[in-house]
């Protein structure tokens, strides 16, 4: 099996007491039913507590509610007295494992981190990720028939991602048409040709969508996303000052932080599509999230956390875009957001 991961997964490291954005505030903490378990022996006072502390949500999982918004076990030093008092491995499976995440695809499985949290934001944006393979001893499950072609065609949107001399507002434009022709080999039953088609691809010429068209677009795209399950406060505020401001927002970021947030974004979903097809909508919400983060009127670091916050850790929210992409917008209009 095969275990892919970007060049900066070894790096993390929790910032614990000294970060300004605690993933352990706001979030209610969904305990494992094997550190449920275990929390039934603790003895003592802390025991007691996490029994205490301990419900099921409304889909009869365990969970820590949270008190006074954050999670009953973060000391105000910022640091977990469950982590403190009895080890990380005594902490449940989403604490010891946050902000990771894990993609199965048969014989290959991907981990990466999730920009929800500002030092995986800082890591993000500091290099250029490459992505790096190893050989690994975990389960094989069966290989999805997609896997390969697409593989070989997120290698291509790569490579046009960090094509060098081109500006990224191009750069997306192609990755959308890229996608959209892999979209209809798929469609037609066609994905025996996809490794050759990537191979073979060059740039066509981008259609421009003129300034009315995007002045149009702008107020559906900060629509569709406050209309979305909201998760901060802050992101509501900023989606809202957007919307008053009434201007058509200008991608105003440096472009390299625009072409790593979208290298972060295809690394990370473009391969779900091996389970749906539908590898259009996981272009085009790299191109949405990229163009979203670098357009708002808020520090670039600070629009992708909550963008990720927002949208990566609520599968609902990921489904509505989805939907969105199929029922609402068409390329025209995702090409017209840079
Ligand atoms: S948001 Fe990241 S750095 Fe901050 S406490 Fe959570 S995992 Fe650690």
Redesign the pocket.
Known sequence: MIRCVPDYYNDF????E???????IGWEVMVDDDTAAFYQSVPGELGQRLRQALQRDEDGAYCFPLQGGRCPFLERS?LCEVYRRLGEARTSFICRT??RFFDDYGSRREESLCA?????VRLVLSRDAQFTESDWEGPSGQTPSLLNPLLRCRDRALAILRREGTPLREKLGELLLFANEVQSRIDEGEEASLPQFAEEWTAPDLPIPDERHRAEVWPHVLELLQSLECLGSDWSSLLQTGRNSGGVPLYHAPELWGQRTAVYFLFRYWLHSVWDGDVLSRAELCVLATAVTGSLSAPYPDCLRMFCREIEHCDENLEALQEAFCHRFRLIDLLGLM
């Not at 490291?13 to 614990?16: F, G, N, V």
């Not at 000294?18 to 352990?24: A, E, G, K, T, V």
């Open positions: 490291r929790c910032l614990a000294r970060c300004p954005h605690s993933c352990c910022g946050h902000p929800s949290c500002p030092e995986v």
